[in-house]
């Protein structure tokens, strides 16, 4: 099995409203990121977990709240966003280790998410 | 910090031919790995071929081959007979080490190929 599975595919939500995304993979994969895809944009990284635990974060602002609760799921929790907030967000898992060998990410379809 | 160039904002070929995506970057790390996705409007990014820094041979994946020139710093993307299909928007990445063994992508700004009939 060499997927990695998000849902919803699409949502919808007001700024006030509090709303997770879910990705999850049966590879054995043991790193898992949230990437922000602006539209006609390059993947931006948003987090890195390693071991299920944060091991990257880029910065993101404290409204976007990533959790691993298992080595198969990665959530991303979402309240107050703002209308630029609004992107498709990809998730990726990949073995863990940066070195010379070939380890590529495998990506999720995504979540398109339109902030109201 | 890693550097990505595609020069490239969109490319038009036609069905059965050949086409090569240009990719350039910019690293001081001796070791690197390059990687090419492909993405579809669906959204999904989909992994096509790989090249680390020290591999002998240029990658090839069926109709994907990578025209590596390490000197120049470049990684195009060779796709053999087009298909329709083939239409995307097409990123060259780096692996870019974030400290341990955590690592991104570092994206191009990609390439939308358009395949004709």
């Known amino acids: 099995d060499t997927e990695v599975t998000q849902t919803p595919k699409h949502l919808v939500m007001g700024m006030t409203n509090k709303k997770s995304l879910k990705c999850e993979q049966h590879?054995?994969?043991?790193?898992m990121y949230w990437y922000k895809q602006k539209a006609k944009k390059p993947p931006e990284l948003m987090f890195v977990y390693s071991y299920e635990k944060l091991s990257i974060n880029e910065s993101v602002p404290s409204r976007f709240s990533p959790e691993c609760p298992n080595s198969s799921l990665l959530n991303l929790h979402l309240h107050a966003l703002q209308p630029e907030d609004s992107a498709l967000y990809l998730c990726a898992s990949s073995q863990v280790g940066a070195g010379v060998g070939y380890n590529e990410q495998f990506f999720g379809p995504g979540t398109r998410l339109t902030v109201l | 910090a890693q550097k990505i160039t595609q020069t490239q904002p969109g490319m038009f070929v036609q069905e059965k031919e050949a086409v090569t995506l240009d990719c350039t970057y910019d690293t001081s790390d001796p070791s690197y790995g390059l990687f090419w996705y492909k993405q579809p409007s669906s959204g999904e990014m989909i992994f096509l071929i790989y090249q680390g820094s020290y591999d002998q041979q240029n990658a090839t994946e069926g109709r994907y081959s990578l025209n590596f020139q390490k000197a120049r710093k470049s990684a195009n993307l060779v796709i053999s007979a087009s298909q329709l299909g083939d239409s995307a928007m097409y990123f060259c990445a780096m692996r870019d080490l974030l400290g341990g063994s955590n690592y991104k992508l570092t994206f191009g700004k990609g390439t939308l190929l358009t395949v004709n009939p």
């Open positions: 590879m054995g994969h043991r790193a």
